[in-house]
Nanobody, 123 residues
């Protein structure tokens, strides 16, 4: 069982930055792929970024490439999402998730989810 707690969301102007953090409970954090997903009102949830156990495998959806960076520190049981050059279309609830797979961007392969944190980007 893994419990995930996100933090770092908030209101920011377009062009600004935020860093989301996700703290995980449990002693086997290094054996989970981690992902950041987001869901805007009226839209389906999408995978924004994902990272493999060791951090060697990375994925960013096209709309955030060059702007968002996912990283993890296994010794701290924490995964991060650094978001730069934010745009109004990045506004959404952002969720952290953990998967028993080595690496995945498929939300159906993620077994554990945080409660979500709101990110709002004003124009």
């Amino acid at each position: 069982q893994v419990q995930l707690v996100e933090s770092g969301g908030g209101l920011v102007q377009a062009g600004g930055s935020l860093r989301l953090s996700c703290a995980a409970s449990g002693r086997t954090f290094s054996k989970y792929a981690m992902g950041w997903f987001r869901q805007a009102p009226g839209q389906e949830r999408e995978c924004v970024a994902a990272i493999s156990w060791s951090g060697g495998g990375l994925f960013n959806t096209d709309s955030v490439k060059g702007r968002f960076t996912i990283s993890r520190v296994n010794a701290k049981n924490t995964v991060y999402l650094q978001m730069n050059s934010l745009k109004p279309e990045d506004t959404a609830v952002y969720y952290c998730a953990a998967s028993h797979s080595y690496f995945s961007r498929n939300e159906h392969e993620y077994e554990y989810w945080g409660q979500g944190t709101q990110v709002t980007v004003s124009s």
